[in-house]
């Protein structure tokens, strides 16, 4: 299991200790697994989670191994990527908004406008949100999943997404789905662990029902 930036030992006694909703749904699913993929080339990952946007996770599978088949080593990179025209990402299965993101985030990773990943890494989490977001169609959602996936920094609460408010909404036994606003507010002393809450928050999406 790749590593993260913290101790998954103390996030998840941090978490259990300072809330006790949260903590019994711990005690219930297990250990936490969350994963990051420390040392994943920049425009690998940010292609990859633009690939992977608003799409099931087999569908997105689908499309990312055929987009990965139009590099030499099946690997995306960024100069290759350059060179694609828009129909050979369609024909992919990209659609015009992705491929157009895709061909952005080349040209935005080879003129330097993006940080390499050794000094996103020295960042603050803003900082990297307001970088990344240079890009067309990655906003603050896809830069706090690449916090969370791929620098593994312990401190993201993503309140956009469905799942996180969902689980936040299970957890806590609110009636109507929570607004971003609300989850940052019934999350904030998660923090600084608050990634690990949000894995478990997804995890309680998936697994709690709610009537």
């Known amino acids: 299991m790749s590593r993260l930036r913290y101790n998954r030992k103390q996030a998840v006694e941090h978490l259990q ?8 749904f711990i005690d219930g699913c297990g250990p936490l697994k969350l994963r990051s993929a420390r040392g994943t080339d920049l425009f690998n990952a940010l292609s ?28 995306p990179e960024a100069a290759e990527a350059s060179r694609l025209s828009m129909e050979i990402l369609r ?12 061909l952005d985030l080349a040209e935005k990773t080879l003129d330097g406008t993006l940080k390499p990943m050794g000094r996103m890494a020295r960042l603050s989490d803003g900082e990297i949100i ?12 896809t830069a706090q999943m690449f916090l969370i996936f791929d620098l593994g920094r312990p401190d993201v609460m993503p309140a956009t997404d469905l799942g996180v408010q969902k689980g936040v909404q299970a ?18 002393h998660l923090a600084p662990y608050r990634s690990a809450a949000s894995w478990y928050f997804w995890r309680a999406a998936d697994t709690v029902l709610i009537t």
């Open 171 to 188: 957890v806590y036994g609110i009636a109507a789905l929570p607004g971003p606003e609300e989850v940052l507010e019934r999350t904030r």
């Open 130 to 141: 307001e970088n990344l977001c240079r890009v067309r169609g990655i906003g603050p959602w």
């Open 48 to 75: 990859s989670a633009i690939v992977y946007q608003q799409l099931s996770g087999k569908a997105a599978a689908t499309i990312h191994g055929r987009f990965s088949l139009l590099f030499s080593d099946k690997v």
């Open 91 to 102: 024909g992919a299965g990209l659609s015009r908004n992705k491929a157009l993101a895709i």
């Open 17 to 24: 200790n300072r809330c006790g909703p949260l903590g019994r």
